[in-house]
């Protein structure tokens, strides 16, 4: 029979002690992991919160921001609708609104154009309970008779060898044979053989040549303030007028007045006096004027008769964006017979006559070489530069539209009333 051991007292209560302080530490390794578990849970749960919170109001402002900047938009775009129907309307409504769109309000304010400068428009847009504000800002600038290379009252003919860069545009029909880079306009049919680079555009609007009146007495109105507005001569018993001669020299102009021509086109001149070109950039005439020389600064000559062309018109700098108009209230003639005129002939300038043509003054049997004309022409009635049997004009002839009249055009230059607006930029603020 076997017996029971017995441990002695002293092992069994060292073995217990272990025991208990083995199960002590495993409360406190317990205790502490819950606690760090719990403040971890915290943590995220707090960042939670916060990016809720964050990603709320984040979603709020991009709301906000959206609204207003929407708002803006359609106060630029109402003031636009406004302009179209009326391009004088920033005149007498500087200002648009406010008005209320929703939970939205916008209003525009609008800064006159002033010489070449665009017509500018401020939108403002208010989203009052998200507290949000937007500004967009646009410019502006109307269609001018610059904007064309051919502009005409008229029919336009083009041979085969016409290679034309930049816009037609007619109040009749157009006839192609030749080759159109840009696009084409007419009031009635666009056909021919030709080349038609561009997009055609028949049943076009037509463009209203009466309202130039009013552009003219406006160009008047300003010269006179300018100081470089030109009467009518009065003759003498002694002399006899026939116009004033204008030569264009940087950002000066020498005047004088003409008292005669010769047959070979020699100009007899009196009483020249030197003007500086002014801020308007605008000198008028109420009889005919020559104009020639080279500019260096934003110029319109204008005049209520004819405006003749003895010699070179170009820019002093290639480089520069300044642009001269020449505006006639009758013709704009190229004086092709003038002894004087170079074999090869270049004007720099955007051409208009209002009730006329822009053409050469042909006279048997004298011929120029060449003929490069980089500007515009707008006119009443289709005009040359030479005569069918090459006996007299110019026997090449290059036309190129200068994009410059595209972004600068002359000051003052009569609009084209379409309903139809350039818009420069349109950014936020």
Same mark, same amino acid.
């Given at each position: 029979?076997?017996?029971?051991?017995?441990?002695?007292?002293?092992?069994?209560?060292?073995?217990?002690?272990?025991?208990?302080?083995?199960?002590?530490?495993?409360?406190?390794?317990? @205790?502490? +992991? =819950?606690?760090? !578990?719990?403040?971890?849970?915290?943590?995220? /749960?707090?960042?939670?919160? #916060?990016?809720? $919170? %964050?990603?709320?109001?984040?979603?709020?402002?991009?709301?906000?921001?959206?609204?207003?900047?929407?708002?803006?938009?359609?106060?630029?775009?109402?003031?636009?609708?406004?302009?179209?129907?009326?391009?004088?309307?920033?005149?007498?409504?500087?200002?648009?609104?406010?008005?209320?769109?929703?939970?939205?309000?916008?209003?525009?304010?609008?800064?006159?154009?002033?010489?070449?400068?665009?017509?500018?428009?401020?939108?403002?847009?208010?989203?009052?309970? @998200?507290? +949000? =504000?937007?500004? !967009?800002?646009?410019?502006?600038?109307?269609? /001018?008779?610059?904007?064309? #290379?051919?502009? $005409? %009252?008229?029919?336009?003919?083009?041979?085969?060898?016409?290679?034309?860069?930049?816009?037609?545009?007619?109040?009749?029909?157009?006839?192609?044979?030749?080759?159109?880079?840009?696009?084409?306009?007419?009031?009635?049919?666009?056909?021919?053989?030709?080349?038609?680079?561009?997009?055609?555009?028949?049943?076009?609007?037509?463009?209203?040549?009466?309202?130039?009146?009013?552009?003219?007495?406006?160009?008047?109105?300003?010269?006179?303030?300018?100081?470089?507005?030109?009467?009518?001569?009065?003759?003498?018993?002694?002399?006899?007028?026939?116009?004033?001669?204008?030569?264009?020299?940087?950002?000066?102009?020498?005047?004088?007045?003409?008292?005669?021509?010769?047959?070979?086109?020699?100009?007899?001149?009196?009483?020249?006096?030197?003007?500086?070109?002014?801020?308007?950039?605008?000198?008028?005439?109420?009889?005919?004027?020559?104009?020639?020389?080279?500019?260096?600064?934003?110029?319109?000559?204008?005049?209520?008769?004819?405006?003749?062309?003895?010699?070179?018109?170009?820019?002093?700098?290639?480089?520069?964006?300044?642009?001269?108009?020449?505006?006639?209230?009758?013709?704009?003639?190229?004086?092709?017979?003038?002894?004087?005129?170079?074999?090869?002939?270049?004007?720099?300038?955007?051409?208009?006559?209002?009730?006329?043509?822009?053409?050469?003054?042909?006279?048997?049997?004298?011929?120029?070489?060449?003929?490069?004309?980089?500007?515009?022409?707008?006119?009443?009635?289709?005009?040359?530069?030479?005569?069918?049997?090459?006996?007299?004009?110019?026997?090449?002839?290059?036309?190129?539209?200068?994009?410059?009249?595209?972004?600068?055009?002359?000051?003052?230059?009569?609009?084209?009333?379409?309903?139809?607006?350039?818009?420069?930029?349109?950014?936020?603020?």
């Amino acid at each position: 029979m076997m017996r029971p051991v017995r441990l002695p007292a002293r092992i069994f209560g060292c073995a217990l002690s272990k025991m208990v302080a083995r199960h002590r530490d495993d409360e406190g390794i317990t @205790l502490a +992991t =819950v606690m760090a !578990v719990a403040s971890i849970l915290f943590m995220l /749960t707090t960042m939670i919160l #916060m990016l809720s $919170s %964050n990603l709320m109001t984040n979603t709020r402002s991009q709301e906000g921001r959206t609204k207003a900047l929407h708002a803006a938009d359609a106060g630029l775009n109402a003031y636009l609708f406004e302009l179209r129907r009326n391009p004088s309307y920033f005149v007498s409504n500087p200002t648009l609104g406010p008005t209320t769109l929703g939970d939205t309000v916008w209003e525009v304010t609008s800064t006159a154009p002033v010489g070449t400068e665009p017509l500018k428009l401020r939108a403002v847009g208010t989203v009052a309970s @998200l507290n +949000t =504000v937007r500004v !967009v800002q646009a410019t502006v600038r109307f269609p /001018t008779y610059a904007d064309y #290379m051919f502009l $005409s %009252n008229d029919y336009l003919n083009f041979g085969s060898a016409a290679v034309v860069y930049g816009k037609v545009r007619s109040n009749s029909y157009i006839i192609n044979a030749g080759t159109f880079k840009n696009e084409s306009y007419a009031v009635g049919t666009i056909t021919g053989s030709g080349t038609f680079e561009g997009t055609k555009y028949p049943g076009s609007v037509r463009v209203d040549y009466s309202q130039i009146t009013q552009d003219m007495a406006d160009i008047k109105t300003v010269a006179i303030a300018s100081g470089t507005n030109y009467p009518k001569l009065t003759n003498t018993t002694s002399i006899t007028y026939s116009g004033y001669e204008v030569v264009l020299q940087g950002t000066s102009a020498v005047v004088s007045k003409v008292t005669g021509v010769s047959s070979t086109g020699v100009r007899t001149l009196t009483g020249a006096v030197t003007v500086a070109i002014p801020a308007s950039g605008v000198l008028f005439f109420d009889q005919d004027v020559w104009v020639s020389g080279n500019y260096a600064a934003m110029v319109t000559v204008a005049s209520s008769a004819n405006i003749k062309i003895p010699n070179l018109i170009q820019a002093t700098y290639a480089d520069r964006p300044f642009t001269c108009g020449l505006i006639a209230g009758n013709e704009v003639l190229v004086m092709s017979w003038y002894a004087g005129m170079p074999t090869n002939m270049i004007i720099e300038a955007a051409m208009l006559a209002q009730t006329g043509s822009v053409r050469a003054e042909l006279v048997i049997p004298k011929t120029k070489s060449s003929l490069v004309i980089n500007g515009s022409m707008a006119d009443y009635k289709m005009g040359g530069f030479v005569y069918s049997d090459n006996s007299a004009g110019f026997l090449s002839r290059s036309y190129t539209y200068s994009q410059r009249l595209n972004i600068y055009p002359p000051p003052f230059y009569p609009r084209v009333r379409t309903g139809a607006l350039k818009v420069s930029t349109w950014v936020e603020q």
